[in-house]
């Protein structure tokens, strides 16, 4: 089946630093990747759709200049996240929308970041 | 509140019927899916309904959908401890390749021996 890694797995770094996940879809070719948020005991929360090629679409709330998202090629997506405070902890997870099925998104396996 | 509701728990005894229940609020939702975590893995796609549809089965796993309720609910049929997960219900307005999926809580389903 169609396989999504993300790096790196867990991350801590301290506040006021930049982080930077990728996303990979590694056996197919993804336009569309989705990041997600998930805290403990949550559910996931979409924060932007990321197009290969075009500026990433945010949901309302999401701050974009914090949650930087760069598309460059049909299998990487790129999460940044700049400043990085406390409360900016959390895990992320990306998907993929596999080319050619309208139902199928296809998930990463997360990153734990904790900020100190 | 909550677009997609779950409870948060579910426990059942080894071979016995699990159904985990969800409810929506988006009448305008074409595809409901139900997605199982497992610790560090990623989500994993289980079954999708299409909207129109009532019933769907798939091995084990039956899903039925009452659109005029908003009601979706998973059953796992002789349910195994390898079952053991967080379930997610999740719905989408045009299928999930457009755009992002709205997803519950989860419910964690428990077996007892």
């Known amino acids: 089946g169609a396989v999504v890694s993300q790096h790196p797995s867990w991350v801590i770094c301290k506040s006021g630093t930049s982080v930077k996940i990728e996303c990979r879809s590694l056996?197919?070719?993804?336009?569309?990747m989705f990041w997600y948020r998930q805290f403990p005991k949550q559910s996931l929360m979409l924060m932007a759709t990321?197009?290969?090629?075009?500026?990433?679409?945010?949901e309302q709330g999401v701050e974009k200049d914090k949650f930087l998202i760069n598309h460059a090629s049909l299998t990487l997506s790129t999460l940044t996240v700049t400043s990085a405070h406390p409360e900016d902890s959390s895990f992320y997870i990306c998907s993929a929308h596999f080319p050619g099925f309208p139902y199928e998104q296809y998930f990463g396996p997360g990153t734990r970041l904790t900020v100190t | 509140g909550e677009d997609v509701e779950q409870s948060l728990f579910l426990s059942v005894r080894e071979g016995d019927s699990s159904v985990i229940n969800c409810t929506y609020t988006?009448?305008?939702?074409?595809?409901l899916y139900w997605y199982k975590q497992e610790p560090g893995a990623g989500l994993q796609l289980l079954t999708y309904i299409f909207s129109n549809m009532d019933m769907k089965q798939d091995q084990r796993l039956t899903v039925l959908l009452n659109k005029k309720d908003k009601h979706l609910s998973l059953r796992i049929a002789d349910t195994q401890t390898g079952d053991s997960a967080i379930y997610f219900c999740a719905e989408s307005i045009s299928g999930g390749g457009a755009d992002g999926l709205t997803f519950g809580k989860g419910t964690h389903l428990i077996i007892q021996p």
């Open positions: 990321s197009n290969e090629g075009s500026k990433a679409t945010y």
């Open positions: 056996d197919f070719q993804a336009t569309t």
């Open positions: 988006d009448s305008s939702s074409t595809y």
